[in-house]
Nanobody
Framework: QVQLVESGGGLVQAGGSLTLSCAAS????????MAWLRQAPGKEREFVAA????????RYADFVKGRFTISRDNAGNTVYLQMNSLKPEDTAVYYC????????????????WGQGTQVTVSS
């Protein structure tokens, strides 16, 4: 079983920065692709960024390219999301997830989810 615990959310002014962390327990997480997704009020959950198990391949949603950076530690158990130049439209609950083994890189399916951390960007 894998447990994911996100932290680092909060309230920030537009243009500011936050770094989210996702601590994963269990061997599966360290050997899996991991991702960040978000869900704003009244909207569907959407993909933000993903990182391969080695950390060598990353993918971003177009709306965060150049502003957000996903990374993971050497052990692979902690995944980060560095968010810069935040905008009010980035306000959402951010979730960390472990991709299901064998899911396609451009159509990831997720097996485990964290509880989410709230990010609020004020204008």
């Amino acid at each position: 079983q894998v447990q994911l615990v996100e932290s680092g959310g909060g309230l920030v002014q537009a243009g500011g920065s936050l770094t989210l962390s996702c601590a994963a327990s269990g061997r599966t997480a360290s050997s899996s692709t991991m991702a960040w997704l978000r869900q704003a009020p009244g909207k569907e959950r959407e993909f933000v960024a993903a990182i391969s198990r080695s950390g060598g391949i990353r993918r971003y949603a177009d709306f965060v390219k150049g502003r957000f950076t996903i990374s993971r530690d050497n052990a692979g158990n902690t995944v980060y999301l560095q968010m810069n130049s935040l905008k009010p439209e980035d306000t959402a609950v951010y979730y960390c997830a472990v991709a299901r083994y064998g899911s396609t890189w451009y159509a990831l399916e997720y097996e485990y989810w964290g509880q989410g951390t709230q990010v609020t960007v004020s204008s």
